[in-house]
């Protein structure tokens, strides 16, 4: 009797962690993407700060004033960058050759 019940725990646990598995199989992305967006917005709200300073320094006029992603946070420096080259999009606004 005792083997049936081991044998029976045993399958209990091994469909317990087939359905974990497959639940966090499916979960995982959404889960890093948002870590992702958290670890950015720690990071930038980190140097936004010093980038802003930096940037006010080199006389940038379009710094963003509570940047949220990296893109928001170097958008000028890049702007700045491309205008070096002369490059700039069809709105005007300066931007990498294609």
Known sequence: MKDKA??????????????????VRQNARPMVDQALRQREQQFVSA???????ALRDMGATNIAA????????????????????????????RRVKP
Not at 6 to 23: D, E, K, M
Not at 47 to 53: E, F, K, Q, W
Not at 81 to 87: A, D, F, L, P
């Open 6 to 23: 081991i044998i029976y725990c045993s399958l209990a646990v091994s469909i317990a962690a087939l359905v974990y598995s497959i639940w």
């Open 66 to 93: 509570n940047p949220k992603t990296l893109e928001e946070l170097f958008g000028p420096l890049v702007d700045m960058m491309n205008g070096i080259e002369g490059v700039t999009n069809e709105s005007g606004a």
């Open 47 to 53: 140097l936004a700060p010093r980038i802003g300073m």
